[in-house]
């Protein structure tokens, strides 16, 4: 028997296993698929990790010790494309941003609309009012393959892990981190707590021969400022520039919802396109993603034991701003479960509720 069995090799499953066999337990790390497959909340192509949060520094100060693990375990999957956000004058989050950025020591560089225009000619801000924090340091993650490796590294350590669905419970200790799957697993405890939703995500080429759109002339950027909530990646890799709306969309079940991107969705992000960046007003859509997010009512993560089983813990409502958190969750959720410690209550089951009211972004 083991220690400790993980049931979900995502981003949170991949670390939490990973720091429990570092700690010395013995770890079965189980997965129904395979670490970052089609249908998780962790695959996909890209996911910036950046250090902004608002007021929010606990999530600052876990992106901060999350990216030197990031860097130390996956360094060629790691790119640092810098990350940029538009933020207004006299905005709450932006102001927030930039003190809690400033207090937690994090480098930034703060850039006027005039200074915007120069450095990146390629994006149309039609806004006098908007201004630049760039986190230079910060970047995005090739996700599919940053959890596998991973998991690698982590039977590397001893970690025993397997595909398929467990019968009978094989360790003292249970971690559900099934991302999605959370709600469909424990529906009387999550079904109305955890909320997977449909989210579509757009790959355009830029110009034949056109760098601009590419690191290091373009960065990672956010825009929370927008209604429509967009956010984008250069093209990396050579797989496009990425462009996705950070907002819930319509409720998705993971094992049966349609992953085919719809007009609509398609048309919106063009009318973006030559609205901020012009130049891939016109450019092929090369790739499309329909994934989901699972977010709690909040957006705050879910790390607590079970109410009614104390061996079983439960971990996850990440979706949507938790997969560069994975290695400080990990850790997080690992000394918890091995000196017996209480999560914080901001993670606790107790304050997730069943009305979507989302302060965490």
């Given at each position: 028997m083991y220690d400790i069995a993980v049931i979900g090799a995502g981003v949170f499953g991949a670390w939490t296993a990973w720091h429990l066999r570092q700690a010395g337990a013995s770890v079965l790390l189980v997965d129904a698929w395979s670490p970052g497959h089609s249908r998780s909340s962790s695959g996909g192509e890209s996911r910036i990790i950046r250090m902004g949060y608002g007021a929010d520094e606990i999530y600052t100060r876990m992106a901060m010790r999350s990216l030197g693990m990031w860097q130390s375990l996956t360094p060629d999957l790691f790119h640092r494309t810098g990350v940029l956000w538009i933020a207004r004058e006299n905005d709450p989050y932006s102001v927030a941003t930039r003190a809690t950025l400033e207090r937690a020591g994090v480098e930034t560089e703060i850039l006027s609309a005039a200074n915007l225009a120069r450095?990146?000619?390629?994006?149309?801000l039609h806004d006098p009012e908007a201004f630049g924090i760039?986190?230079?340091?910060?970047?995005?993650?090739?996700?599919?393959?940053?959890?596998?490796?991973?998991?690698?590294?982590?039977?590397?350590?001893?970690?025993?892990?397997?595909?398929?669905?467990?019968?009978?419970?094989?360790?003292?200790?249970?971690?559900?981190?099934?991302?999605?799957w959370l709600p469909k697993l424990f529906p009387d405890l999550l079904g109305d707590r955890i909320?997977?939703?449909?989210?579509?995500?757009?790959?355009?080429a830029p110009p034949a021969g056109d760098r601009r759109f590419s690191p290091p002339a373009f960065p990672a950027w956010i825009d929370f400022n927008d209604p429509r909530g967009p956010?984008?990646?250069?093209?990396?890799?050579?797989?496009?520039?990425?462009?996705?709306?950070?907002?819930?969309?319509?409720?998705?079940?993971?094992?049966?919802?349609?992953?085919?991107?719809?007009p609509e969705g398609i048309a919106e992000a063009r009318r973006f396109l030559a609205e901020r960046f012009p130049a891939l007003s016109n450019s092929p859509l090369v790739e499309t993603r329909v994934c989901q997010y699972e977010n709690t009512s909040n957006g705050d993560f879910l790390i607590d034991r079970h109410p009614g089983f104390d061996h079983i813990w439960l971990v996850g409502g990440g979706s949507g701003h938790g997969f560069k958190h994975g290695p400080a969750v990990g850790e997080y959720v690992a000394a918890r479960i091995l000196q017996h410690r209480e999560p914080d209550p901001r993670f606790s089951l107790s304050t997730k509720l069943q009305t979507q009211s989302r302060t965490v972004y």
């Amino acid at each position: 028997m083991y220690d400790i069995a993980v049931i979900g090799a995502g981003v949170f499953g991949a670390w939490t296993a990973w720091h429990l066999r570092q700690a010395g337990a013995s770890v079965l790390l189980v997965d129904a698929w395979s670490p970052g497959h089609s249908r998780s909340s962790s695959g996909g192509e890209s996911r910036i990790i950046r250090m902004g949060y608002g007021a929010d520094e606990i999530y600052t100060r876990m992106a901060m010790r999350s990216l030197g693990m990031w860097q130390s375990l996956t360094p060629d999957l790691f790119h640092r494309t810098g990350v940029l956000w538009i933020a207004r004058e006299n905005d709450p989050y932006s102001v927030a941003t930039r003190a809690t950025l400033e207090r937690a020591g994090v480098e930034t560089e703060i850039l006027s609309a005039a200074n915007l225009a120069r450095r990146y000619p390629q994006m149309q801000l039609h806004d006098p009012e908007a201004f630049g924090i760039l986190e230079p340091e910060s970047g995005a993650l090739m996700a599919r393959r940053a959890v596998a490796a991973v998991v690698e590294d982590a039977v590397r350590l001893g970690v025993t892990f397997t595909v398929g669905q467990l019968s009978e419970a094989p360790a003292r200790v249970l971690v559900y981190a099934c991302g999605p799957w959370l709600p469909k697993l424990f529906p009387d405890l999550l079904g109305d707590r955890i909320f997977p939703t449909r989210q579509e995500v757009y790959f355009f080429a830029p110009p034949a021969g056109d760098r601009r759109f590419s690191p290091p002339a373009f960065p990672a950027w956010i825009d929370f400022n927008d209604p429509r909530g967009p956010y984008g990646f250069p093209d990396l890799e050579a797989r496009g520039f990425k462009l996705a709306f950070d907002r819930h969309g319509d409720p998705f079940d993971p094992d049966t919802g349609d992953r085919r991107p719809t007009p609509e969705g398609i048309a919106e992000a063009r009318r973006f396109l030559a609205e901020r960046f012009p130049a891939l007003s016109n450019s092929p859509l090369v790739e499309t993603r329909v994934c989901q997010y699972e977010n709690t009512s909040n957006g705050d993560f879910l790390i607590d034991r079970h109410p009614g089983f104390d061996h079983i813990w439960l971990v996850g409502g990440g979706s949507g701003h938790g997969f560069k958190h994975g290695p400080a969750v990990g850790e997080y959720v690992a000394a918890r479960i091995l000196q017996h410690r209480e999560p914080d209550p901001r993670f606790s089951l107790s304050t997730k509720l069943q009305t979507q009211s989302r302060t965490v972004y």
